[in-house]
């Protein structure tokens, strides 16, 4: 059983920085894709980045393309979701998320099925 705990969320005015983490546990090896989700006030949870462990290949959602990074620490399991230039649209609770992959496709944001209890990040103008 996969478990996900994230940290690191907060309060940022309109062009700040936050950082995610998210610690991970229960897989054996590194074909899993890892994500980023958020789900603002009235909206369905959608996709904002993800990452093949095994290769290290990434993918964003259009809207953060070229703000935020993700990247993994393989010696401690943890995923980090780096957020700049941050947005008032940003804001939302932010949950990472899992799922086993042989051959990455980590961009789909539907394959994902483990959750974690998400982090809220707000963005003031």
């Known amino acids: 059983q996969v478990q996900l705990v994230e940290s690191g969320g907060g309060s940022v005015q309109a062009g700040g920085s936050l950082r995610l983490s998210c610690a991970a546990s229960?897989?054996?090896?590194?074909?899993?894709?890892m994500g980023w989700f958020r789900q603002a006030p009235g909206k369905e949870r959608g996709g904002v980045a993800g990452?093949?462990?095994?290769?290290?290949?990434?993918y964003y959602a259009d809207s953060v393309k070229g703000r935020f990074t993700i990247s993994q620490d393989n010696a401690k399991n943890t995923l980090t979701l780096q957020m700049n230039s941050l947005k008032p649209e940003d804001t939302g609770t932010y949950y990472c998320?899992?799922?086993?992959?042989?051959?990455?496709?980590?961009?789909?944001?539907?394959?994902?099925?483990?959750w974690g209890q998400g982090t809220q990040v707000t963005v003031s103008s």
């Open positions: 998320a899992a799922q086993s992959s042989y051959v990455g496709r980590c961009g789909v944001w539907t394959l994902y099925n483990n």
């Open positions: 990452m093949w462990r095994a290769a290290g290949s990434t």
């Open positions: 229960g897989y054996s090896d590194s074909r899993w894709c």
